[in-house]
């Protein structure tokens, strides 16, 4: 692309005369010496001194660049599971999708999250409150329960000791007597446990303990959360699509690339100024843009960017120049323009 713009000057003080130059009168001597008689004075002529702005034009050769370009990617791993847009279709900022991951294996983990979340408030509200009277109740029951089976174990390893004293049972019948005894012991001493805790309530260490589940599993829960809603991968600009880089079916790694997207809203023309013009150059200038593709239309457009370190090679000093785009984005990234 080929980009001109006018650069005004700041205004000097030039001085033009309009009309005839000043001419000075003098006497020639190799006139004399020639025996020639000496001229007479010659008219002088002045114009009216004017004070004009000189204006200076650059032209440089450039290429078009988008306003903004950007690569889509994705912020967890996953299968896709849509990308129904191509090369060149249009997308909204924040609205348009552009691929869909699977999310079935984190809804699901996530609902189960919520489900031990459930259950671990309502542990502390019962740390915290005590259990309901018919809760107690329960425990009550259960101890009893546990006691009457423990009795009842009790008597049955009375009697195969009995029995084994008198070689009537066997050893293992009187060692498997005695195990089911035991079993039923403890389960007796943990009912117990349980209620005398119910009745006298829980310790601070036991309710600190228990909020702090709490929060492991909100975060876990707010996480499974996020990561659901990352499966919906949308536009962060408003802008075109160049390149895909994923199919239907595809894994995605975290990171992973999805698509170039490029803002044509604006594009910038990016010229090379030489050295000898670039204190001429402003961040504001206005510059006259002519594409090949519009060879009977001009653009306007300002100056964007100056970057303040030459091309070694070249000494040019890369300038951007700003130019609206057209509503159906007629200007494309790449084109190549010219100043008339």
């Known amino acids: 692309m080929q980009a001109r713009w006018k650069h005004t000057l700041g205004r000097s ?57 950007t690569t889509l990617s994705a912020e967890i791993a996953g299968l896709t599971q849509r990308f129904d847009l191509r090369e060149g279709d249009f997308v909204q900022q924040g609205k348009t999708v552009v691929v869909q991951l699977k999310a079935t294996d984190l809804e699901l983990s996530a609902a189960e999250a919520e489900g031990e979340l459930v259950r671990a408030r309502e542990q502390v509200r019962k740390l915290k409150h005590g259990l309901r009277p018919e809760e ?10 546990k006691k009457t089976w ?27 007597a005695e195990s089911t005894y035991l079993a039923a012991k403890a389960q007796y001493e943990r009912a117990v446990q349980s209620l005398r805790v119910a009745e006298l309530g829980f310790r601070q260490e036991d309710i600190a303990a228990a909020e702090a589940d709490v929060q492991r599993l909100q975060a876990k829960v707010q996480r499974l959360r996020d990561d659901v809603q990352k499966t919906v991968i949308r536009s962060p600009v408003s802008g075109f699509i160049t390149q895909r880089y994923t199919e239907v079916g595809q894994w995605i790694e975290r990171g992973g690339k999805v698509a170039d997207i490029v803002d044509l809203s604006a594009v910038l023309v990016r010229v ?30 300002r100056v964007k960017h100056i970057v303040p370190q030459a091309d070694p090679a070249s000494r ?21 323009a010219r100043v008339t």
Do not use: C, W
Request: glycine share 6%; no cysteine.
């Open 136 to 145: 107690i109740d329960e425990k009550r029951a259960e101890v009893q329960e």
């Open 150 to 176: 423990l009795e009842k174990y009790a008597k049955d390893l009375e009697r195969a000791r009995s029995l084994l004293t008198r070689e009537m049972v066997s050893m293992s019948d009187s060692n498997l």
């Open 272 to 301: 090379p100024v030489h050295e000898k013009d670039i204190s001429r150059v402003r961040v504001g200038d206005e510059a006259v843009v002519l594409f090949d593709a519009f060879p009977n239309r001009s653009f306007t457009g």
């Open 316 to 336: 040019t000093f890369p300038a951007k120049i700003e130019v609206p785009n057209t509503p159906d984005s007629a200007l494309k990234a790449g084109m190549f």
């Open 13 to 69: 003080r030039h001085i033009v005369s309009r009309g005839a130059g000043l001419v000075v009168a003098v006497t020639m001597a190799l006139a004399a010496y020639a025996g020639q008689p000496a001229l007479g004075p010659i008219p002088v002529v002045v114009g009216n001194v004017v004070e004009q702005t000189v204006t200076t034009d650059i032209d440089v050769v450039g290429t078009v660049e988008p306003r903004l370009a």
